[in-house]
């Protein structure tokens, strides 16, 4: 069956401008998570949504970093007025309600020049 | 959060077994210890989970110290495939996962 899916693979911007990020998780995980990976860096949790709860924003680095999840399903990663220093892989991942296999979408790079 | 303590990097000849270490003196009575893997270039992938007992699947062994302070995986044969870097992640379902710096694993052929 099909995976998580991200888009784009990549995105460069230019410094201030804002991003969309996507992720569409597997069909039937009601959690899904984002993370973003610095290079050579391990994975920074960033937020995680469960169901129809209240999501894990405590990851979030500044209030230029929101996130979405709409239907239950397809999330987005905004990033508003990006910083060089946001440039990184964000990976996406989901898995079944409470569910020890987190299912790994293959990332977004994001350059900010 | 319990805290982890792994190695930076480990070294492994090829069709060897090889084990893993990873100390989480502060883990919770609830948390599972998880092991997540992420090969060059890709997302993390899944290898195996245990709470008290070991636990073995296709992938790995999981060997669990009686008081749950310390946990080794265990690739019984590694090939070149398995050099990826190794995160141990102690954590309960419905909780975030902090990945740490893991432990970059390389296999010698």
């Known amino acids: 069956g099909a995976g998580v899916s991200q888009s784009p693979s990549n995105k460069v911007t230019e410094k201030g401008k804002d991003v969309e990020l996507r992720c569409d998780p597997i069909?039937?995980?009601?959690?899904l998570y984002w993370y973003r990976q610095s290079l050579g860096q391990g994975l920074e949790f960033l937020i995680y949504?469960?169901?129809?709860?209240?999501?894990?924003k405590s990851g979030l680095p500044s209030d230029r970093f929101s996130a979405e999840r709409t239907g239950g399903s397809v999330s987005t990663l905004t990033i508003q007025r990006t910083q060089q220093e946001d440039s990184a892989v964000y990976l996406c991942?989901?898995?079944?309600?409470?569910?020890?296999?987190?299912?790994f979408g293959p990332g977004t790079r994001l350059t900010v020049l | 959060d319990a805290k982890t303590t792994q190695p930076n990097s480990m070294e492994s000849n090829e069709e060897e077994p090889v084990h893993l270490p990873c100390n989480h003196s502060?883990?919770?009575?609830?948390?599972?210890i998880h092991w997540y893997r992420q090969l060059p270039s890709q997302g993390p992938e899944y290898v195996i989970h245990?709470?008290?007992s070991n636990v073995n699947n296709r992938m790995a062994s999981l060997a669990i110290a009686e008081d749950r302070k310390s946990s080794t995986l265990i690739l019984h044969r590694a090939t070149l495939r398995d050099a990826a870097v190794y995160y141990c992640?102690?954590?309960?379902?419905?909780?975030?996962?902090?990945f740490g710096t893991g432990t970059s694993l390389t296999v010698i052929p």
């Open positions: 502060t883990i919770s009575g609830t948390d599972y």
């Open positions: 992640i102690p954590s309960n379902t419905g909780n975030q996962f902090y």
């Open positions: 949504f469960q169901g129809n709860s209240a999501p894990d």
């Open positions: 991942a989901s898995s079944l309600p409470r569910g020890h296999e987190q299912f």
């Open positions: 245990g709470l008290t």
């Open positions: 069909s039937g995980h009601t959690a």
